[in-house]
């Protein structure tokens, strides 16, 4: 817990601990103490031609981290000279040095890193996820609301206080390979985070302590073409939603994180998985999916919340027959990505999730696959309680760069009049097109109706 130290007395040096402490360290420790120090600072450090190092605050600082800096860099204009034994050396002797009495000024003491016991976690409703506001005191899905807006409405933090503020806790993951993407999830005294490559953990928010943490076992054989990550986890009743790089969604009780249901949403071994969080609407539990560098079909499916059973899946890609199906060339349809690997918003009032699409695979070869490529590079409008589709907006057609339109988008009213107005009347969703390849315009998309004929049949 080595960053502890810093969240309890905002003292980086008090966050570096000593890793050798054992006998057998300090003996090491003695030995080179002995050799290289002794000839000034005395037998056991009681002094001599150098000050003694024990029963008194040291000059330079007495934290681990302090000494081990002053035995390797020294004292400038000193004999006490830096170099005198190497790094890992220095941490020996900092052993034997605490072995015989030198103990730090300043003791760690706040909050322990041990199981809380917590009353059970706060049942979520569908109609506190449709009125939550994100902020203060909660944040219950990664776009902090459905509007997908992501702004804290949390007027406590002001410019006259922003100065003040101060870590209050840290909690230090294991570490891993994948960066943590994840957007932690607060409802009442729990805190929900996911932790790459299968773990979602729940802290006491108050303190930070773990109060559980599940952890997935995830095949050594998947195929995850960039970030293996995951971007969080979604709350609803009870329960926490979270999809896994194997492709599998999973339903964990909020309490105690213990598995109630595991589905799988499609074969890993493809190349699909998960890599971002559900949204939870109505008593579904929606997901996208990721794998576009793979042969994949995209799709977002929708699963019971209470019993994990399939309800809905939209293809993103129209089979032969279907509307938009004369948009791929050949057989490509069957592996042409258009994948969904974002979170969508959700629209209250019109019942109606908004999800990126990702580009078509192959990503570069648009030959591969002639035509528009429907719905690759499109923001798709379906109805949240039947999956079907209400409109689409594709912002780049046949698409041969992979820019992905896969945006979580940001619901917006727009009442007054200006530039964002002149062109598209309100009420809008915005899609910041901030793509891994180059950021792109800002693009708005009417919200309450289709904004370009459909495809034909
Ligand atoms: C050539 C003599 C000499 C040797 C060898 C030497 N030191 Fe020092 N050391 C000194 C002197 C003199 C000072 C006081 C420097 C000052 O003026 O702050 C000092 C300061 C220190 C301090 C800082 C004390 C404080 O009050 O902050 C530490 C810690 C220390 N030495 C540890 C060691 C260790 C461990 C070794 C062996 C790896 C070592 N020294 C080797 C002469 C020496």
Redesign the pocket.
């Known amino acids: 817990m080595q960053l502890r130290g810093l969240a309890i007395t905002g003292d980086p040096y008090l966050s570096v601990h000593d890793p050798y402490s054992s006998a057998q360290d300090r003996a090491t420790g003695r030995r080179?103490?002995e050799l290289?120090?002794a000839?000034?600072?005395g037998a056991k450090?009681r002094g001599g031609?150098?000050?003694a190092?024990l029963g008194?605050?040291?000059?330079?600082?007495?934290s681990d981290w302090?000494?081990y800096r002053?035995?390797t860099r020294?004292?400038p204009?000193?004999?006490?000279?830096g170099g005198?034994?190497s790094r890992r050396?220095?941490w020996f002797?900092?052993a034997y040095?605490r072995g015989l009495g030198a103990a730090p000024a300043t003791k760690l003491g706040g909050p322990s890193d041990t199981v809380a016991n917590l009353a059970p976690a706060h049942t979520v409703s569908f109609a506190e996820l449709v009125s939550s506001s994100s902020g203060p005191d909660e944040w219950l899905m990664p776009g902090g609301a459905y509007d997908g807006q992501r702004f804290a409405h949390d007027d406590q933090i002001n410019v006259s206080n922003v100065s003040r503020l101060a870590v209050r806790w840290i909690h230090q993951f294991p570490s891993t390979n994948a960066p943590n993407e994840s957007a932690p999830i607060v409802s009442g005294n729990y805190l929900y985070v996911t932790v790459p490559p299968g773990s979602v953990f729940a802290l006491d928010a108050h303190s930070g302590a773990q109060v559980w943490q599940y952890s997935r076992q995830v095949p050594s054989d998947i195929r995850i073409c960039c970030v293996a990550t995951n971007r969080g986890a979604v709350v609803l009743g009870d329960r926490v939603y979270v999809g896994t790089l194997d492709a599998h969604l999973l339903a964990l009780d909020a309490s105690t994180g213990h598995l109630v249901w595991d589905r799988t949403v499609a074969d890993y071994r493809v190349g699909y998985s998960i890599t971002s969080a559900p949204l939870a609407v109505h008593d579904l539990v929606i997901t996208g999916i990721a794998g576009a560098e793979y042969p994949t079909r995209g799709f977002i499916s929708a699963y019971d919340a209470a019993s994990g059973t399939l309800r809905w899946r939209f293809n993103t890609i129209p089979q032969p027959g279907e509307p938009g199906s004369n948009t791929w060339g050949g057989d490509s349809w069957k592996t042409g990505g258009a994948v969904t690997w974002g979170t969508g918003a959700y629209d209250p009032e019109l019942n109606l999730i908004y999800w990126g699409v990702s580009g078509a695979t192959p990503d570069f070869d648009a030959k591969a696959r002639p035509g528009d490529n429907l719905y690759s590079n499109c923001m798709l409008a379906l109805d949240a309680s039947t999956g079907k589709l209400a409109w689409y907006f594709q912002f780049l057609p046949g698409d041969d760069h992979d820019w992905d339109s896969i945006q979580t988008p940001a619901l917006i009213n727009v009442s007054a009049t200006g530039t964002l107005s002149d062109c598209w009347q309100s009420p809008i969703a915005v899609d910041f097109s901030m793509s891994s390849i180059a950021p792109t315009a800002i693009s708005c998309v009417r919200r309450r109706s289709r904004s370009k004929p459909g495809p034909s049949a």
């Open positions: 080179i103490f290289t120090c000839r000034c600072h450090a031609l150098g000050p190092l008194r605050a040291l000059a330079h600082g007495d302090a000494l002053t035995i020294g004292v204009g000193t004999p006490m000279e005198f034994v050396e220095a002797v900092l040095l």
